[in-house]
């Protein structure tokens, strides 16, 4: 009888154990933009007993087992974010893969900074990036002021004129302007909407990141650009993402210092919804009072019917204020006896004006657990009215324009070893009244006197664009994986010039971009030694203004660029090392406008080399990031560096959370050296001009208060150099003189609070 119970007992642990081998649950976490989040831990959990853990790996995949089927409780966790549980029933034998995704930060202060690795790319996102995650408490670059959202390590963002006007950008090698050849998206669901304005009135690719209130902001992705199917117009050196957060604690935050007063207020009608307003005012901090104005509505809802998730995204903005404007940066030649600093402006006459609505939807339908759809669209009106004076009197860029555009995308992941994307774009662009007139110079005597109106041009442009694209994305073998994409964009340029008739033109090109990306994964045994390489080649391309101005030539439609990128990554214990290498060649674009003059000139051929090297350590209780980057941009056909791309940037950002008194801070240095600005400053005409370096040092302190509802904190910004800085000749001297836009150094004060929530400091 004994021996039966023996055989019993040992049946049925037997019995156990194959159930145990056979019950596995695999799945994958992702991150609030649907990446690939490594280093999570997930618990499978049943009335309280932690039954399984496990750990995702470099490409967000989990494994656990367990030895019952039934209903249990999955949690997952990660450090920066709130942890999410979900029930789930556990079948004997098979079970299908899950997705879960960690969607909102946690309420502690902190900047995330995920230097991607090869191993978390896929068909949505093949670049290496780097992906920035940013607190809802320490977030904008410039609180309660204008300009960019969320300071960039990396990256310089320059407020080139002061006031409301959008900012500048740069990267290693290359001058942005407002946009033309770095895309600017926002992540609506999965769903990219272009931020950027063709052939706008001030600037070819002009994009405003004024539009949003920075407390929806949850993350920043950055990548090459040129290397991604699903971005394409403006995309040439670099592609910037901004993401929005899925949830919003309602607060009211209030910033301000002597001469400037904003106000931010966020409520959730429903846990799957936020509405977000400001309101700001203030004189800036230059010498020319700036009387701005500013009003935001940024709004998001996610609804759920049965295996579709869609995003409703909505934007208004207004702005207007005084423009301070460029100035001389050193003593004026003999040749300008007539420029006249009136206190950081040449002009007081300066100002813009501008207001945008935009409404956008992403449908998200899960056909299978490996196959979804994707259909989207946007709507978009926009009206700038912009005075400005670079020396040759004032002048008035204006426009109205509508945009729209509509997405389709299938996703199919069929196999580790293939993973296919098809998508359909469409967009048209349609400013009208794209005008640039010209007024009188100022006279002190009579200061609201705008002179004698001469229109320069007068346009109604549209730029239509129908896209099919095509991707493929696995593993090769255990050591490689491998993305191969195509997109062929067919423009319509239509310009219908309202001055002069016969420079009206229509044009339509067709451009074709392949892309490709190789990933070497070395063996888990090896990784303490061997990099994580990846090796990317795309082309990309940007539409040119097609205004003729006061030339006599058609500009040509589109300028094309070559993209090569080597990107290896390592990490060591809870050090991060990436360093990226890049080259990019850029076509010859004859003809080019001015949108400041209305002249034409000759651009390209072009190329760059870039070396960026960034290292990012993770401590229990706070971070610190370093990059730095050296480049070399130059024509080719002259040989002269590229004006205004900066050579060297090296930016330190730093956070901490364990201060004495409960104190939290976040820090960050930026440095950005001499700038070409080309030829033709005194004391020799044919010698490099070259304006001054900038250096911000960029800070919060913050405190918490009744149980983290109540932040108290301090902004400030140490600053020497000057934003903005080009090269102007004021009439009637031919020499030309370097200007920009003085960066003054401030201090504010912040007070928000968070509705209903109280957290443990």
């Not at 204020?321 to 040749?335: E, H, I, N, Q, R």
């Not at 820090?667 to 370096?693: A, I, Q, R, W």
């Amino acid at each position: 009888m004994r021996s039966i119970e023996i055989l019993i007992a040992a049946s049925l642990l037997a019995l156990a154990s194959a159930f145990a081998q056979e019950i596995s649950l695999k799945g994958r976490v992702l991150d609030p933009q649907g990446n690939a989040l490594p280093n999570a831990t997930l618990q499978l959990a049943q009335r309280d007993h932690v039954l399984a853990t496990a750990t995702s790996g470099p490409d967000g995949q989990f494994n656990l087992k367990t030895s019952v089927p039934g209903d249990f409780v999955l949690k997952a966790a990660a450090a920066g974010f709130r942890p999410v549980s979900r029930p789930i029933t556990v079948h004997a034998g098979a079970n299908p893969a899950i997705e879960i995704s960690l969607t909102q930060l946690s309420s502690r202060l902190e900047n995330i900074t995920v230097i991607a690795d090869a191993r978390a790319s896929d068909v949505l996102n093949p670049d290496p990036a780097e992906r920035i995650f940013v607190s809802e408490d320490l977030l904008d670059a410039n609180p309660g002021r204008p300009g960019a959202p969320v300071s960039i390590p990396g990256y310089p963002i320059e407020t080139a004129s002061s006031g409301i006007k959008a900012p500048q950008y740069f990267a290693p090698g290359v001058a942005g302007d407002h946009g033309e050849p770095i895309a600017q998206y926002i992540a609506v669901g999965s769903y990219l909407v272009p931020n950027n304005l063709s052939a706008n009135a001030h600037g070819n690719g002009y994009s405003d990141p004024n539009i949003f209130i920075p407390e929806i902001l949850e993350s920043v992705q950055i990548d090459g650009g040129a290397f991604n199917v699903r971005e394409g117009n403006h995309s040439l050196n670099l592609a910037a993402t901004y993401g929005l957060r899925s949830a919003l604690d309602p607060l009211l935050t209030v910033t301000g210092d002597y001469r400037d007063l904003d106000l931010v207020a966020g409520i959730s009608p429903t846990p799957a919804s936020w509405v977000a307003l400001e309101a700001s005012y203030g004189n800036g901090l230059l010498d020319r009072l700036e009387h701005r104005q500013q009003y935001k509505f940024n709004a998001q809802r996610i609804f759920h019917a049965g295996q579709h998730q869609l995003t409703l995204f909505g934007i208004g903005y207004y702005g207007q204020s005084y423009v301070p404007g460029l100035v001389p940066l050193f003593p004026l030649d003999a040749g300008d006896p007539n420029v006249t600093n009136y206190g950081d402006t040449i002009d007081p006459r300066q100002k813009d004006q501008t207001h945008t609505a935009l409404i956008a939807l992403n449908d998200v339908c899960q056909l299978s657990p490996s196959q979804q759809l994707q259909l989207s669209g946007f709507f978009r009106t926009y009206n700038l009215s912009l005075y400005s004076d670079f020396g040759q009197g004032l002048i008035r860029q204006s426009e109205f324009r509508t945009v729209a555009g509509t997405n389709a995308n299938y996703v199919n992941r069929i196999a580790e070893y293939f993973s296919l994307l098809a998508g359909l774009d469409y967009e048209r662009e349609a400013p009208r009244r794209d005008d640039l007139d010209h007024y009188g110079f100022f006279n002190p005597a009579e200061p609201g006197y705008y002179g004698p109106f001469t229109p320069v041009d007068a346009n109604n442009v549209t730029i239509t664009s129908a896209t099919p694209y095509v991707a493929a994305e696995g593993a090769l073998t255990h050591f490689f994986r491998y993305y191969l994409g195509w997109r062929r964009d067919e423009i319509d340029v239509n310009n219908q010039d309202l001055l002069v008739p016969q420079h009206s033109s229509q044009s339509w090109v067709g451009v074709n971009s392949p892309k490709a990306t190789v990933s070497f994964l070395p063996r888990d045994r090896d990784a303490w030694y061997v990099p994580l390489v990846s090796l990317s080649f795309g082309q990309a391309f940007f539409t040119n203004d097609p205004r003729v101005g006061t030339g006599s030539a058609p500009e040509t439609p589109v300028s094309t660029a070559h993209s090569y990128q080597i990107v290896a990554s390592k990490t060591i214990h809870r050090t991060d090392l990436r360093l990226t290498l890049g080259h990019v060649t850029t076509s010859a674009t004859p003809a080019k406008i001015d949108p400041d003059t209305g002249l034409q000139f000759n651009e390209g051929p072009g190329r760059l080399h870039f070396m960026t090297i960034a290292v990012r350590h993770s401590f229990n209780h706070g971070s610190l990031l370093a990059t730095f980057s050296k480049a070399d941009a130059r024509d080719l056909l002259t040989g002269d560096p590229t004006p205004e791309a900066p050579r060297t940037i090296f930016d330190l950002l730093g956070t901490t959370q364990t201060l004495p008194l409960h104190l939290q801070a976040r820090g960050e240095f930026e440095y950005v050296g001499l700038k070409p600005l080309g030829t033709g400053c005194l004391p020799d005409l044919t010698s490099e001009c070259t304006g001054t370096p900038v250096k911000e040092f960029r800070g919060a302190l913050v405190r918490p208060f009744v149980r983290g509802r109540l932040n108290v904190g301090i902004n400030f910004l140490i600053a020497t150099g000057y934003s903005g800085q080009t090269t102007e000749n004021f009439y009637p001297s031919a020499i030309q003189e370097v200007v920009g836009v003085r960066i003054p150094s401030y201090t504010s004060v912040s007070l928000t609070y968070r509705f209903g929530r109280a957290v443990a400091p």
